[in-house]
T-cell receptor, first 111, second 111 residues
Framework: RKEVEQDPGPFNVPEGATVAFNCTYSNSASQSFFWYRQDCRKEPKLLMSVYSSGNEDGRFTAQLNRASQYISLLIRDSKLSDSATYLCVVSWYSSASKIIFGSGTRLSIRP | EPEVTQTPSHQVTQMGQEVILRCVPISNHLYFYWYRQILGQKVEFLVSFYNNEISEKSEIFDDQFSVERPDGSNFTLKIRSTKLEDSAMYFC?????????FGQGTRLTVV
């Protein structure tokens, strides 16, 4: 089983739509969870951290279910500028630190 | 705003040559990483570095790869004898123990 698995996409939705991405992780010792965004040929950039209680940042809502080892991202009222690849990221820290990326889900918003 | 910087932005090298990719992480960060992304594919973990030693490495990070932190600021990735399949974008990242921040990447082209 892959360490981090995401919906393969691509998602092609109209502007204003709500879109949801899902992600599962295999390592129960994982400690921190994030959604990153990557634009074409650019570096990944942090979109938001994901907390057990769920968190919201404007149009973006992230949820974590530790029992199911599942993370989600919801984008409401999508904009053309939301078109990008969204990466689910899982990390754990100790003497051996590791940050693992999912394969990414490509989102394309059409006018 | 502090950022991770990488040089060069683009490196073209002949197969069999050695290359050194350079990174200056964010100054108070403790964890350092290298990732690669082959065009059109996922971001792949190569290696993490903590307390002046490798803390974790992937199967990709074989004997042709090495990392160094030669002074207090630089973090380098050396590829000893480059192969065509090493052509990719290489991202450096650093972390203070939560989210990772990425440099803009070095595009390595092996010809």
């Amino acid at each position: 089983r892959k360490e981090v698995e995401q919906d393969p996409g691509p998602f092609n939705v109209p502007e204003g739509a709500t879109v949801a991405f899902n992600c599962t992780y295999s390592n129960s010792a994982s400690q921190s969870f994030f959604w990153y965004r990557q634009d074409c040929r650019k570096e990944p950039k942090l979109l938001m951290s994901v907390y057990s209680s769920g968190n919201e940042d404007g149009r973006f809502t992230a949820q974590l279910n530790r029992a199911s080892q599942y993370i989600s991202l919801l984008i409401r009222d999508s904009k053309l500028s939301d078109s990008a690849t969204y990466l689910c990221v899982v990390s754990w820290y100790s003497s051996a630190s590791k940050i693992i990326f999912g394969s990414g889900t490509r989102l394309s918003i059409r006018p | 705003e502090p950022e991770v910087t990488q040089t060069p932005s683009h490196q073209v090298t002949q197969m069999g040559q050695e290359v050194i990719l350079r990174c200056v992480p964010i100054s108070n960060h403790l964890y350092f990483y290298w990732y690669r992304q082959i065009l059109g594919q996922k971001v792949e973990f190569l290696v993490s570095f903590y307390n002046n030693e490798i803390s974790e490495k992937s199967e990709i990070f074989d004997d042709q790869f090495s990392v160094e932190r030669p002074d207090g600021s630089n973090f380098t990735l050396k590829i000893r004898s480059t192969k065509l399949e090493d052509s990719a974008m290489y991202f450096c990242a650093s972390s203070a123990n939560t989210e990772a921040f990425f440099g803009q990447g070095t595009r390595l082209t092996v010809v």
